[in-house]
C-alpha cells in the first residue's frame, strides 16, 4: 500500500426531502448567494420552487445563472466569476449535476484569482482560495459532489480539460435520491457507467497489498450492477436509486484509491470525444474503458481474471485466466448493451478522421495512463479498437 493522506471535508446531507434543508445550509455561508443550474430539467421537476422557498425563508439575497450545457463551457463560466465579483456572492449554490458543478466549482475558484481561470487547466497556475460551493445533486454519476477535481470545455478549440485540487470539494451537498427519479433512461445508464468508470480507473493499478480497496471496489462495482436494470425497470425505486447515488459519491471521493495508484487513461481518451462531439461522458467510456481493458490486460492478466470472477461472478479457471479476463470484459461489455449504451464510435455516430488530433490532445502533457503509461500511438490503437 502507497502512503495517502485522505481528506474530504463535504458535509453530505442524505435522504428524502432534504432539499428543504437548503436555505438554512445556505445561510451559513453568508448572505447573497449565486443559483446556479443547467437547461431547465430543475424547472420541470418543480425543484427549482422548492430550492427558492427554502433560500427566501432564510431571507437570502439571490442572483440566478442558469444555462449550463452537458459539457459545461468556459464562456459561461466567466460570466459567472463576473457576476459574482460585482455582486459580491458569498456562495454559489449548484443545482444539478456534474456539469452545473465543475461550472461552480470553476467559478468559485476563478473569482479570486486575478489572471484567467483557464490557467487551472492547463498547469499555469493553481488555485489558493475560493468562496463557498454547496450542492443539490439530481444525477448520480460525475461524483462531483464531493469530488477534487473540475471538467470544462474551452470553446476556443474545444479543449475539454480537468484539473484537480482539495479546494474543488465542495463545502456541502444535498443528496435526495427522490430528485433523480425523472432521470430519462439514458442519464440514468450514462451515469452508471462514468460511476463504474470511476471505481475501476482505480482498481485497474499496479500497486500491490491492497486488499481492502480492492474489496470495496468490487463491492461498489457489484451494487451499481445490481441496482442500475431495477431503476431503468422501475424509476421511482427509492431503495435502488438510494443505492446507486451513494455509491456515485463514495466511487469518486478518493475513498476507494487510498493507498493505491488509480489509472485514468480511459478518462482522458473519452475527454477528446466528448469535448470534440459533445457525446454524454458516460457513453464515451462505455466505448473507450472495454478497448482500453483488451489494450492492456496483458500486463496483468490475474488482476483482470480477479475483476471477471469477483465482479461478474465468470468460472476461474486456474489453467486458463485469460480467458477467464477475456470473459469479464466481454460480460462488462454486455452490460453497458443492456442498459442501452453504446459500445463502438460507430453505434454513437462518432467519425473515425481525427483520430490523431485527439491523441495528440490528450497526450500533450506527457504519456497518460498508470497502469501503463500510454503515448500518442497507444491512444490511436485504442481509438482503432474503439470503431
Ligand atoms: O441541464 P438540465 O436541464 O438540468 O438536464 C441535465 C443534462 O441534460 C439532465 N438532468 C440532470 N439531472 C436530471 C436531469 N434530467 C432530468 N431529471 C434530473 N434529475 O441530465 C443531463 C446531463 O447532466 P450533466 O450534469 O451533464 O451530467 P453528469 O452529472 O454526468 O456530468 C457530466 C460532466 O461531468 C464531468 C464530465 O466530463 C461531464 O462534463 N465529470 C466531472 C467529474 C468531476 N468533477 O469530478 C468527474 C467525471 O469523471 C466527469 O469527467
Ligand atoms: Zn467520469
Keep these: 500500500m502507497e502512503n495517502f493522506v485522505y481528506h474530504c471535508p463535504t458535509k453530505i446531507i442524505f435522504g428524502k426531502g432534504t432539499e428543504n434543508q437548503v436555505g438554512s445550509e445556505v445561510s451559513k455561508y453568508g448572505k447573497k448567494v449565486l443559483l446556479h443550474y443547467g437547461g431547465g430539467s430543475i424547472k420541470k421537476s418543480g425543484l427549482y420552487d422548492r ?26 463560466v466567466k460570466e459567472g466569476i463576473d457576476i459574482c465579483r460585482k455582486e459580491k456572492i458569498d456562495i454559489i449554490l449548484a443545482v444539478g449535476g456534474g456539469s452545473v458543478i465543475d461550472s461552480a466549482k470553476t ?4 473569482v479570486p484569482y486575478d489572471g484567467d481561470v483557464w490557467d487551472f487547466f492547463i498547469e499555469k497556475a493553481e488555485p489558493e482560495k475560493r468562496i463557498f460551493i454547496g450542492v443539490v445533486l439530481t444525477i448520480p454519476a460525475s461524483g462531483s459532489e464531493s469530488s477534487d477535481s473540475a471538467v470544462i ?13 482539495n479546494l474543488l470539494r465542495p463545502d456541502f451537498a444535498i443528496l435526495n435520491p427522490e430528485l433523480t427519479f425523472t432521470l430519462p433512461r439514458y442519464q440514468t445508464a450514462c451515469g452508471a457507467s462514468d460511476i463504474m468508470a470511476h471505481i475501476m480507473e482505480r482498481y485497474f493499478t499496479r ?3 491492497v486488499e481492502l480497496t480492492d474489496r ?7 451494487t451499481v450492477i445490481n441496482n442500475t436494470p431495477i431503476v431503468l425497470r422501475e424509476p421511482e425505486n427509492y431503495a435502488a436509486r438510494a443505492e446507486i447515488m451513494w455509491t456515485g459519491t463514495i466511487a469518486h ?5 487510498t493507498g493505491r495508484i488509480g489509472d485514468w487513461a480511459s478518462h482522458k481518451i473519452e475527454m477528446e470525444i466528448s469535448g470534440l462531439y459533445d457525446l454524454a461522458h458516460g457513453a464515451g467510456l462505455a466505448i473507450i ?6 489494450y492492456v490486460y496483458k500486463n496483468d492478466v490475474g488482476r483482470f481474471a480477479r475483476f471477471a470472477v469477483r465482479v461478474w461472478d465468470v468460472e476461474p479457471d486456474f489453467y486458463d485466466i485469460e480467458k477467464v479476463a477475456l470473459e469479464g470484459i466481454k460480460k462488462l461489455e454486455d452490460f453497458y448493451r443492456e442498459i442501452g449504451l453504446p459500445i463502438t464510435l460507430k453505434e454513437a455516430n462518432i467519425p473515425y478522421d481525427r ?8 497526450t500533450e502533457m506527457g504519456p497518460v495512463g498508470n497502469f501503463i503509461k500510454l503515448n500518442k500511438d497507444d491512444v490511436i490503437r485504442i481509438l482503432e479498437m474503439s470503431k
Design 107 to 110: 467559478i468559485a475558484v476563478g
Design 216 to 222: 470495496l471496489c468490487e463491492a461498489a462495482l457489484k
Design 253 to 257: 471521493n478518493n475513498l476507494l484509491d
Design 355 to 362: 483520430f490523431e488530433e485527439m491523441a495528440r490532445k490528450c
Design 289 to 294: 474503458f472495454p478497448a482500453w481493458m483488451k
Design 207 to 209: 500497486v500491490r497489498d
Design 153 to 165: 470545455t474551452n470553446e476556443d478549440g474545444m479543449y475539454k480539460k480537468g484539473f484537480n485540487s
Design 51 to 76: 430550492v427558492l422557498k427554502s433560500l427566501k425563508n432564510e431571507a437570502l439575497e439571490i442572483i440566478e445563472l442558469g444555462g449550463v450545457q452537458p459539457n459545461p463551457r468556459l464562456s459561461l
